[in-house]
Structure formats: C-alpha cells, structure tokens
C-alpha cells in the first residue's frame, strides 16, 4: 500500500473527503486572481525526486491584473 494521509479502517479521518475539497476550493479560489510560480526548488517533470522537504518549497504568488473590459470581448 502507498501513501495513506488520512489513515483507513476503522481509524479513517473523518475529514478525508472533506479536506481534499476545501483545499482544492481554496486554491480554485486562489488562482483565479493570481499566478502561482515555483521559486525552489528546481523540478523536473520526469525526473521528480522521490522526496520533498515541504519547508525547502518557495512559491510567488502574483495578483493577476484585473483586464479591461474591451480585452474581454
Ligand atoms: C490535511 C489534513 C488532514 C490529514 C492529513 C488528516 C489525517 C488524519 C489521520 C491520519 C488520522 C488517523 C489518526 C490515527 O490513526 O489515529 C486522522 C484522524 C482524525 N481526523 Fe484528520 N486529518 C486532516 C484533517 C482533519 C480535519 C480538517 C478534521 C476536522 C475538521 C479532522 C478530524 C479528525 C478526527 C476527529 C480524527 C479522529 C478520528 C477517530 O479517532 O475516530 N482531520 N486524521
């Protein structure tokens, strides 16, 4: 078995359907106003590391400017 967040049996997180949805809510929410881009580290889709320090991760986040609404037609 692999990676098992929210535990299984008996001693499943309650919130396991729950928390997925709110956080991918929120971060719908997020990035319909801005650009999220990576900082650090430097990852490579095919050659992604078998582990990952969350506290080593660097994001920008950048308000999207608000378009005209001639831009939008
Ligand atoms: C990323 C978010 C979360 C993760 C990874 C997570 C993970 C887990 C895990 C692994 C357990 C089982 C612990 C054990 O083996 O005893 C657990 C239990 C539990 N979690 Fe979460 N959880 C998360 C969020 C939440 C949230 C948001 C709530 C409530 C609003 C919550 C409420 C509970 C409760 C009440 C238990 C105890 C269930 C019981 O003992 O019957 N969890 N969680």
Do not use: W, Y
């Not at 078995?1 to 997020?30: D, E, K, Q, W, Y």
């Not at 050659?47 to 378009?67: C, K, S, V, W």
């Amino acid at each position: 078995m692999g990676f098992v967040p929210f535990s299984a049996g008996v001693a499943i997180c309650p919130a396991h359907n729950r928390v997925p949805t709110i956080a991918s809510l929120a971060i719908g929410a997020l990035l319909s106003k801005a650009d999220l881009s990576l900082l650090q580290p430097s990852l490579t889709a095919g050659e992604l590391p078998g582990t990952l320090n969350h506290f080593d991760i660097l994001l920008r986040l950048q308000a999207r400017r608000a378009r005209s609404a001639a831009a939008e037609l």
